[in-house]
């Protein structure tokens, strides 16, 4: 007898940004899963200021680069090639998460730290144990964001500086399908990869639906103990968290979860 995959038929909401959004379709797609597209957030560059500008011409004095997205590599380089600014060559690469690692290593890049675990605290806690305390660490980083990397780095005593690369705003081209998808009862689960896409979903729909009715029979899956934090805040419960914080551990964190359960299948 032929095992049923447990994603089969399921509607998974994907809420990432567009251009990240396919990768996690097409996984989803493997998987027989039916991924409905509603992009929450979506990247737009930041000129750089003044102090950016300041920054950018030191930018060979420092010993680290800290990557938490693939984001934060994306606008970086933008803001290097519109300045005609080469990567500075002697600078370690840090790097949150396998995502951000393969985009850099993609590009051609070598990434000299990645954590253990996907998660601010553990790169903060790599980076002690391979720069000397005074190393100047540069952090490219959203305009509104976590800020916890660079306080830590500053407490071990490290020189840090923060470049405002991007900023992240919400995306509501997809809204009304969104809406009419949840109204209609069509979704079985609804993904969350970051605080942003949490803020943005509740954002774009708390005005246009009763959010409290449609979600009890969704199931909310988040890529990590930040982005459920955030669900929590919102006073949501949280029913998927992957162990591997990345987008085939919440894959599998889906999978295991719907092998346990017997709702059936939605669709579009």
């Given at each position: 007898m032929t095992k049923v995959n447990p994603l089969s038929e399921k509607v998974v909401m994907v809420t990432r940004s567009a251009e990240q959004a396919e990768g996690f379709a097409k996984l989803?797609?493997?998987?027989g899963a039916i991924p409905f597209l509603f992009p929450t957030i979506k990247t737009v560059p930041v000129e750089p200021d003044e102090r950016a500008n300041?920054?950018?011409?030191?930018?060979?004095?420092?010993?680290?680069?800290?990557?938490?997205?693939?984001?934060?590599?994306k606008w970086f380089l933008n803001i290097l090639d519109k300045g005609g600014i080469r990567f500075p060559e002697r600078a370690k690469i840090a790097a949150v998460g396998a995502a951000t690692a393969a985009?850099?290593?993609?590009?051609?890049?070598?990434?000299?730290?990645?954590?253990?675990?996907?998660?601010?605290?553990?790169?903060?806690?790599?980076i002690g144990k391979q720069l000397s305390s005074g190393s100047r660490v540069?952090?490219?980083?959203?305009?509104?964001?976590?800020?916890?990397?660079?306080?830590?780095l500053?407490?071990?005593?490290?020189?840090?500086?923060?470049?405002i690369a991007y900023e992240t705003v919400p995306d509501d081209t997809r809204v009304n399908e969104a809406v009419t998808a949840l109204k209609k009862d069509m979704v079985d689960a609804v993904t969350f990869t970051s605080g942003s896409t949490v803020k943005?979903?509740?954002?774009?729909?708390?005005?246009k639906i009763d959010l409290r009715?449609?979600?009890?029979?969704?199931?909310?899956a988040v890529i990590g103990p930040i982005t459920a934090k955030a669900v929590r805040?919102?006073?949501?419960?949280?029913?998927?968290?992957?162990?591997?914080?990345?987008?085939?551990?919440?894959?599998?964190?889906l999978k295991a979860y719907f092998s346990k359960s017997s709702k059936a299948g939605k669709s579009l």
């Open positions: 989803l797609e493997k998987e300041e920054v950018l011409s030191q930018i060979e004095n420092f010993n680290a680069i800290v990557f938490t997205s693939v984001n934060s590599v985009y850099l290593s993609s590009l051609g890049f070598t990434v000299d730290i990645i954590p253990s675990e996907y998660v601010a605290e553990s790169l903060v806690e790599s540069l952090i490219p980083r959203a305009r509104i964001t976590r800020e916890v990397i660079g306080p830590e500053e407490k071990m005593g490290f020189l840090v500086n923060e470049l943005n979903f509740f954002l774009l729909l708390s005005d009715k449609v979600l009890s029979s969704v199931v909310i805040e919102a006073n949501f419960e949280v029913d998927v968290i992957p162990e591997e914080y990345t987008m085939p551990g919440m894959i599998e964190a």
